[in-house]
């Protein structure tokens, strides 16, 4: 849980403009793109010697629109953008995530959200921009909760991330984002309750972590909660709960994250997603396709043949 160790803020501080000579991806990049290292700054009156909210921009031709981005929170005044570049190219642009924070931008020992946001205007001295800035990442809020009377929750980790966050990512995402031949899944570092969730107990532990996008779609087959698994897309995240029974034999608990737990696999930017996963009982992975039976097989006690598979 990234929380233990920094604050997340969820504030915008410092942002890039950019403009393109119209709308569609092959529009090209004009003037240069500009930084604001401090938000303050910029909204200080300019008789304050602050910039008055006000953004140096190129003038349209012909009064076409151009496409306005702005991108915030990138603590990064050195980020280059080609000359030649387009929005397409803008699209491709992104950080690589190797860890749980990876895709968070960090200034004082704190951590901040990316945002980024769109609009078409046509640029004149007079021209106002207006544009909504959406966070570039999703937040899952996660309780485990034991009420079970024989299980053991030890520990539990989000898998399946991919390794790269996109700085701009306020359009209509394709069906699978990122792609699969771009795609490379990480894992998040085990995460481990200051005491083990006792059987019996109720007990209950909040997990708020942040995750790049991870579009996988959805598969209208999913019945029901136990079958989710079956049909699990390649590459979607899930949340894998580690846990014991009995003298300590290991059991897990795999659980695929989406909008809802059937049949989406989807986890969008700008959106919020709470969960709670409520351990009740063991469960048996030959009937439940979350379930994972770790324990050792005492072959003593099944019928005698003259050789065994392990695996």
């Known amino acids: 849980d990234i929380?233990?160790?920094?604050?997340?803020?969820?504030?915008?501080?410092?942002?890039?403009?950019?403009?393109?000579?119209?709308?569609?991806?092959?529009?090209?990049?004009?003037?240069?793109?500009?930084?604001?290292?401090?938000?303050?700054?910029?909204?200080?009156?300019?008789?304050?010697?602050?910039?008055?909210?006000?953004?140096?921009?190129?003038?349209?031709?012909?009064?076409?629109k151009n496409r306005i981005v702005i991108l915030a929170n990138t603590f990064d005044p050195l980020m280059t953008?080609?000359?030649?570049?387009?929005?397409?190219?803008?699209?491709?642009?992104?950080?690589y995530v190797n860890d749980a924070e990876g895709h968070l931008s960090s200034s004082g020992g704190d951590k901040y959200i990316q945002f980024n946001g769109t609009t078409e205007v046509s640029v004149n001295e007079s021209s106002q921009v207006r544009c909504c800035l959406k966070r570039n990442v999703a937040k899952l809020s996660i309780t485990i909760r034991n009420s079970s009377e024989d299980i053991t929750v030890n520990s539990w980790q989000i898998r399946s991330v991919p390794s790269v966050s996109y700085y701009f990512n306020d359009y209509a995402l394709p069906e699978t984002f990122p792609a699969l031949v771009d795609f490379k899944a990480i894992d998040y570092p085990v995460y481990t309750p200051p005491t083990p969730l006792a059987p019996g107990s109720g007990d209950a532990e909040p997990y708020v972590v942040y995750v790049p996008v991870n579009k996988r779609g959805t598969d209208a087959r999913v019945a029901s909660e136990q079958k989710k698994n079956e049909y699990a897309m390649t590459g979607a995240t899930f949340l894998q709960v580690n846990a014991s029974y009995g003298e300590g034999v290991p059991i897990q608990y795999t659980f695929y994250l989406g909008e809802n737990m059937t049949t989406d696999f989807n986890i969008l930017p700008n959106k919020a997603y709470s969960y709670v996963f409520d351990i009740s009982a063991q469960g048996s992975s030959s009937t439940h396709s979350r379930v994972k039976e770790l324990g050792l097989v005492d072959f003593t006690k099944t019928e005698v043949a003259n050789c065994y598979v392990l695996n």
Do not use: C, H
Not at 9 to 33: H, M, R
Not at 48 to 54: R, Y
């Open 3 to 64: 929380t233990d160790a920094t604050v997340v803020q969820d504030v915008i501080k410092n942002f890039w403009i950019l403009q393109y000579d119209g709308t569609a991806d092959g529009s090209l990049l004009v003037g240069e793109p500009e930084y604001y290292p401090d938000m303050d700054e910029f909204l200080k009156p300019e008789s304050e010697g602050g910039d008055g909210g006000k953004v140096r921009l190129v003038r349209s031709a012909g009064n076409n």
């Open 81 to 95: 953008f080609p000359k030649d570049s387009d929005f397409g190219d803008l699209k491709k642009q992104g950080r």
